[in-house]
């Protein structure tokens, strides 16, 4: 069993904050790491990857990677409504595209 | 260009029916997978295929069938519906590249087993 585990939350920030959201995965040979973001009663959609330790930037978002402490995290800076939403971590752990989840953490985001 | 469909968006089943909830893709991604996702949870792999003819079971496969004939449709059956089955059902896509495979969802299958 691939364990992935997050915060369900709910995890709430003013807008214009920074929302920090982690995962923890219990695969320690786990190669490739993604966040997804799901609106209420849609689809998951591919937020950020990750696959090196370290930082990886895309406009707002930050992924976070430590697979010495096998922790993954998102943040999202200058936060707004429309970012409220459950985020999901993915983890890939042999990268062969079978990905496995978290229970995804519930972000909302006040005006 | 469609994506991922899924059909049917919604269903409601007795105890003991059976079902199947149809998945095509036209993007010729060699990948396909099946997930469940039950109220305020994540998703659970149910089964995913890495090309037709070929399937492999995923975290939580008890209760389910799958086949995988083409490379755009990857149909899931459901064999004697029980309540712990009410769930939505996504659908997903990726082509292989190592490492760096995006999934690509359709809108979900809402199934109610009662």
């Known amino acids: 069993q691939k364990e992935v585990e997050q915060n369900s939350g709910p995890l709430s920030v003013p807008e214009g904050a920074i929302a920090s959201l982690n995962c923890t995965y219990s695969?320690?040979?786990?190669?490739?790491f993604f966040w997804y973001r799901q609106y209420s009663g849609k689809s998951p959609e591919l937020i950020m990857s990750?696959?090196?330790?370290g930082d990886k930037e895309d406009g707002r978002f930050t992924a976070q990677l430590n697979k010495a402490s096998q922790y993954v995290s998102l943040l999202i800076r200058d936060s707004q409504p429309s970012d409220s939403a459950t985020y999901l971590c993915?983890?890939?752990?042999?990268?062969?595209?079978?990905?496995?989840f978290g229970s995804g953490t519930k972000l909302n985001v006040k005006p | 260009n469609a994506g991922v469909t899924q059909t049917p968006k919604f269903r409601i089943l007795k105890i003991g029916q059976s079902m199947t909830l149809q998945c095509t893709q036209d993007?010729?991604?060699?990948?396909m997978y099946w997930y469940r996702q039950d109220p305020g949870m994540g998703l659970k792999l149910i089964y995913y295929?890495?090309?037709?003819?070929?399937?492999d079971k995923g975290e939580v496969p008890n209760g389910y069938n799958v086949s995988r004939s083409t490379t755009e449709d990857f149909p899931l059956r459901l064999e004697l519906a029980a309540p712990s089955q009410t769930s939505v059902y996504f659908c997903?896509?990726?082509?292989?590249?190592?490492?760096?495979?995006?999934?690509?969802f359709g809108e979900g299958s809402r199934l109610t087993v009662l």
């Open positions: 997903a896509s990726s082509y292989f590249a190592r490492g760096e495979g995006e999934l690509f």
């Open positions: 695969d320690r040979v786990s190669q490739s």
């Open positions: 990750i696959y090196s330790n």
């Open positions: 993915a983890v890939d752990p042999y990268n062969f595209n079978k990905f496995y």
């Open positions: 993007m010729n991604h060699n990948y």
């Open positions: 295929s890495v090309g037709a003819g070929i399937t």
